[in-house]
């Protein structure tokens, strides 16, 4: 039938019904041979004649071609990892190599001839106390309110004019070795350094960290609030005195403090400086006033069973005359630094006489006997709390008691006002 042969005409007389599938099995007869080859190309005719040149002509151009390595562009380069400052019971590990070679210099100096070292420390407040120093002493790691050994303070001595006994704006920090007094140096820095970073000093400076949060292994909050020595603001002087040491220094580290003010006759336990801005008073005014005034609030200023604390007038010794004190070689550093205590004294007070001459030629001669010079007044305590609960009382008020005076004097001054300090 017509429908028949031109069906089956279709299905085996079309060309591309019939060549197709021969195609595909060549092809896949080429990629059989391909896969049994191990994927190679055909080696050419130069290389079957000769295969001997053919291979000396690829190793050398295999040599010939540079490589160049590729830049890693998709990870960045490494930061070095940052020196942190552990703290141990044996000292500071993790210091750099300089400072960890000063500090075993120290140590092999120490084991063989131990020595008191000071640090002296400038333009620092005049009201700091011991425990401001020693809250920067180095702490463990691992036992809370545990201080280490190394870098310990022995005592705290305030720098004072030794004719007013005003205090002269440093501190010595004596320590019982070397080691000591760097360990200690370095981690007050490295405090300073972190609470200069982290305090706001304006109102464009960032938030204060807040409790918690660790620097370098270190709380930055608390660092802050026990930092009290010096402002933020300014740079931190600590120094090492190096030896030998002045005659001067010689004594205060024998002493443990002037030998004028701590060997004195009839030292108190816990003492505190007096001086009145105005009309000068006499000591036994002074004491009327104390007594009246701690009589009527039902308070023992002395700590014990005397209402009044002890007064004593500070008088310098100015029999000293140590030649060329005047000279300007005498002026120089070298020359302060070997000075003796008595010497320091007379020019301590040489310079007060001198002020006070020149404040005299502008009063009058009433004025100046009333006036001038300045008295000093030290007071005696039997305990510290006394001493503070004083100072914090009498500090700029005006040295007068309803009872004791009328509040103005004779010739119609004003009454003075009490400056007082811990001594």
Not at 142 to 153: A, P, S, V, Y
Not at 203 to 209: E, K, W, Y
Not at 355 to 368: C, I, L, R, T, V
Not at 373 to 389: D, N
């Amino acid at each position: 039938m017509l429908t028949g042969r031109s069906r089956g005409t279709g299905r085996k007389g079309s060309p591309w019904r019939t060549t197709a599938p021969k195609e595909r099995s060549g092809a896949g007869k080429g990629r059989k041979n391909e896969a049994q080859n191990g994927g190679r190309q055909k080696p050419s005719l130069m290389e079957q004649l000769f295969p001997e040149e053919t291979r000396r002509y690829e190793e050398a151009r295999r040599h010939a071609a540079r490589e160049i390595p590729r830049l890693p562009l998709d990870t960045p380069p490494s930061a070095p990892e940052r020196e942190e400052m552990t703290l141990s019971p044996h000292g500071l590990d993790g210091l750099p190599r300089a400072s960890r070679r000063l500090q075993e210099k120290f140590r092999h100096d120490d084991a063989i001839s131990p020595e008191i070292t000071v640090l002296v420390m400038r333009n620092a407040s005049p009201n700091l106390v011991e425990e401001d120093f020693r809250r920067l002493i180095p702490r463990g790691r691992h036992m809370e309110g545990w201080t280490l050994e190394q870098g310990d303070i022995l005592k705290v001595i305030a720098g004072r004019n030794l004719a007013t006994l005003a205090h002269a704006g440093y501190y010595y920090l004596l320590f019982s070795s070397r080691l000591s007094a760097f360990i200690y140096q370095g981690h007050a820095t490295r405090i300073f350094r972190l609470v200069s970073a982290h305090t706001p000093t304006s109102l464009a400076s960032p938030i204060p960290p807040p409790p918690g949060y660790m620097v370098d292994g270190m709380d930055a909050n608390a660092a802050i609030e026990s930092f009290a020595l010096i402002p933020a603001s300014q740079n931190l002087e600590l120094r090492q005195l190096n030896s030998p040491l002045s005659p001067m220094m010689e004594s205060l580290v024998k002493h443990r403090g002037y030998p004028s003010i701590v060997k004195r006759e009839g030292k108190s336990p816990y003492e505190a400086r007096l001086v009145l801005d105005g009309p000068q008073l006499s000591a036994n005014t002074v004491r009327h006033v104390l007594h009246t005034s701690g009589k009527d609030m039902a308070v023992a200023w002395s700590g014990g069973q005397e209402i009044a604390p002890k007064i004593s007038k500070w008088v310098p010794r100015a029999n000293v005359n140590p030649a060329d004190r005047d000279s300007p070689q005498a002026t120089t550093l070298a020359a302060a630094n070997a000075r003796t205590e008595e010497e320091q004294m007379q020019r301590d007070y040489d310079r007060l006489q001198s002020s006070d001459f020149a404040a005299s030629k502008q009063s009058s001669g009433s004025e100046m006997a009333r006036r001038t010079p300045r008295l000093v007044y030290i007071l005696g305590f039997k305990t510290e709390a006394s001493l503070r609960s004083f100072i914090a009382f009498w500090h700029r008020r005006e040295m007068t008691w309803r009872g004791a005076d009328s509040g103005k004097d004779v010739e119609g001054d004003l009454p003075p006002v009490a400056n007082v300090e811990m001594l």
